[in-house]
């Protein structure tokens, strides 16, 4: 099991940067795919972007462009760097480590989950 613990939430103006980051403990975090979603009060969770083991990535479309997801498997640490943020940006963003080597857009598809990180952009 992986236990997960995000950091990099916060308050930004429309238009600004914020980067997440998801610190992983276990053995296991170079060989599975990692992934972030995010929740709206009211609303389901929601896929963000993904990370396949060796690289690969994938993002919904609302947020191609602006947002980049990374790893750095030396650090078991996955980044979610957001920028041209938006209000409609605002959420309780999660990060998720997946059951395999590579990503599925699916809740399912990931077995342990952080905690949240808030993020609020003002208009």
């Known amino acids: 099991q992986v236990q997960l613990v995000e950091s990099g939430g916060g308050l930004v103006q429309a238009g600004g940067s914020l980067r997440l980051s998801c610190a992983a403990s276990?053995?296991?975090?170079?060989?599975?795919?990692m992934g972030w979603f995010r929740q709206v009060p009211g609303k389901e969770r929601e896929f963000v972007a993904a990370?396949?083991?060796?690289?690969?990535?994938h993002y919904t479309g609302s947020v191609q462009g602006r947002f980049t997801i990374s790893r750095d498997n030396a650090k078991n640490t996955v980044y979610l760097q957001m920028n041209s943020l938006k209000p409609e940006d605002t959420a309780v963003y999660y990060c998720?480590?997946?059951?395999?080597?590579?990503?599925?857009?699916?809740?399912?598809?990931?077995?342990?989950w952080g905690q949240g990180t808030q993020v609020t952009i003002s208009s």
């Open positions: 276990g053995r296991t975090f170079s060989s599975v795919a």
């Open positions: 990370i396949n083991y060796n690289g690969g990535t």
């Open positions: 998720a480590a997946g059951r395999g080597a590579y990503y599925s857009i699916s809740e399912s598809s990931f077995s342990s």
